[in-house]
């Protein structure tokens, strides 16, 4: 019998790797989630290499926002330190989410903001998704999972987002990162920003100059599902 | 044991939804199909919230179409005004359908009319299928979901359209309804313009200037599948 | 028991129906194929209307070739008459496919013919796959189906083709006709058609210039997959 | 009871075989792999024209570097002469993959190298993949196949280009072939070829102008899942 203070932390990190995969959204094994347990300030991350047939919930590594190992016999993912930066310099996030789903790589290559152009993306979140450029050399060649984490959130310093109202970002040249309340959620955001860029791949090869979505239009969708007067539910 | 009188009625509504997801046109949860009964101004509505997986035909919302429950516990889709509206304005509607099917989606977004540019379009219709203008501001603030209904109505009046021979239209920036004589056809309508949607997509990055389909084929298929000299069956 | 002579042919019909529908090629219902005895001068097809999941091989119905019902009590195809012209007209087909499949109905909404590009197309055919014209109104307002049947003899005429060496056609704004010593046969061509016109699609998006195959690799890749020096096999 | 010395490498070119088809990359049955065993200077490959759902471990043909048969009853794939060739000129390859998947195909015909655009890309290779030229006419009505291999050998003969760093190629018009230390690897770097190759069709689709992967990210990402510091692993 597991003993672990952390059953439950792994087996959800476990659920929503298996998730991501199931969704079609790892290609390859190109994909990583974590959940963080933020009152004891620690996350469990997919160990590195393993194959997802063969993943186990007690194989999730434990670590705490230092890098730390706490629990876990295997090496934790290799982009664990992007995960750790993040959880610890944008409070209360519980789950974060790394792959290289297919529209969302294309967009991240093409190094452009998804722009909000329907209600679908609108019933996520108001602003374009960013896509933050790709590091300086010097950051590549240092700590480079590290300062990945370090680029995402001077983008959004820089642009005025808060992580709580875009839950997600392209990183230019490698591909999208999520994050949520929890990891299911993470996951979540995953699949929607997935969907929303392959309609904005397809509206804009439909009409190249098809227009940004109206203000109205971004605050109605947002706000009839997300804040104190929400009411929305299809 | 049910003792409901609209048992029936949920059933065909439930059904109806269940085909709209297992397609694969609904994306995450973004579906619903109402079923209506005209005989007594009553329709029947998937509620607000529920997974597809635990979903069952005794959940449906039964309302009027004053939007009144006249029996259900759960909160009808938020989409529910919508539909009431049309079933109040369209006599003779016995299903509508709602999704976020990826290129019905795009062409909505472009803010296009799909052009009729095959048979397999004027199997169906004889008309390009009607892109609605995103609403006006002070409609978007108001009774939203309402007024969604107003814009598809208005849209078809000022065309000079039939809700019986135009059974489907997207509405701008959001995505495409459907109806029918009754909850299946509305999805199968919506099905057939997902279908075509993503022919028209394709045959114009072939050729951008591809024509429109010539009026003798138009009438030819059309005729060979509705009305009263109607033969056809693949 | 049946006692039919004809339960050999039916089954055969049966099957490559069913083939072409279980290899997604049938778009809803859209999708029609025949298998013909041609030393009998009768040909098996597919009933109008009746869904695949329902199909049975008894329901196919036998026709001769001036479409006089031998045997079967349904209604056949609407596009029966398209498949016994060319029997007629083309000597030695055992059999004929039609269907809706998305790649091969955007060529023939383009009104293009499909290029030959590559070795995959080269493997099957030595030319490039023809666009028949749409047909002139009074062809349309008439016999229509027959006169589809003329309007693809036509078109091979004009560009002096053989049916044996280029086993398919688009039918412009309509979609696509293949055929084959057989009816397994001929729903194998509507695969490789589909397969063709979604490669060269896909090429001519990335390269609007890319040459037309060489001479060399077009006879070198057909006559290892044909003929009498043949030697081919992956 | 199987005595033969071979049962081995071909239960292995076997299950390559069956997961090549497995993952989608099999275009109707135009794909062959083949497993080598260096140190005895034989490989085993697909037979000829055998259904994957027919084929068996004991079908698999064994032959030389010479194209002699050592072991097997039915006729080896007809691109066996491409695998002898490279096996032969290349040292070390344990394993070879060829199929005519979509989007490797799509710029094969389009007749371009595929740029790195992306760390997905780098994560396997630091260069872009190269498209050999189409062949001389008088090479391709020769040994057609034998000079398949001397087309690929030449073309990274002329570019520099190590095959232990770059295991995969598309020959002009054509297709892909792959290749790794056994035939498991080979197929695996098929499946990332097809990947990369839709990945950079998108990225073009959405910014013809998308620059190529900085220097640095390519040296990184190849760098921590390659040689001797790696540490990669998601």
């Known amino acids: 019998m ?3 203070p952390y059953t ?14 199931a969704l079609g959204l790892v ?22 290499g393993v194959p997802y047939a063969k993943l186990r919930p007690e194989d999730m590594v434990v670590l705490d926002y230092n890098n730390e190992v706490v629990e876990g016999k295997l090496r934790p993912s ?23 789903a297919l529209y969302s790589v294309a967009w991240a290559q093409a190094q452009q903001d998804i722009p909000i152009l329907g209600t679908t993306h609108a019933d996520h ?24 984490g370090v680029q995402i959130t001077e983008c959004f310093r820089e642009r005025n ?12 040249n490698h ?18 920003l997935e969907t929303v860029a392959q309609m904005a791949y397809l509206t804009l090869q439909i009409n190249p100059g098809a227009p940004r979505l109206k203000e109205a239009l971004i605050q109605k969708h947002y706000t ?10 299809q």
């Open 2 to 4: 597991s003993t672990s």
């Open 8 to 21: 439950t932390l792994k087996a959800e990190a476990y659920a929503a790797n298996m998730e991501l995969h």
């Open 27 to 48: 290609i390859h094994t190109f994909g990583n989630v974590s959940a963080a347990d933020t009152s004891r300030g620690v996350f469990a991350i997919k160990p590195s």
């Open 78 to 100: 290799s982009d664990t330190r992007t995960h750790s930066y993040l959880y610890r310099e944008w409070e209360g996030l519980g789950g974060i989410a790394h792959c290289h």
């Open 125 to 148: 979140l108001t602003h374009d998704i960013p896509c933050a450029p790709p590091m300086a050399d010097e950051l590549i060649q240092g700590n480079y999972e590290h300062n990945t």
């Open 161 to 172: 987002l808060e992580p709580q109202e875009v839950p997600m970002v392209l990183v230019g």
């Open 175 to 192: 591909g999208p990162f999520c994050w949520g309340k929890d990891a299911a959620q993470a996951v979540h955001h995953s699949l929607v």
């Open 224 to 233: 009839r599902k997300h804040g104190k007067d929400a009411y929305y539910g």
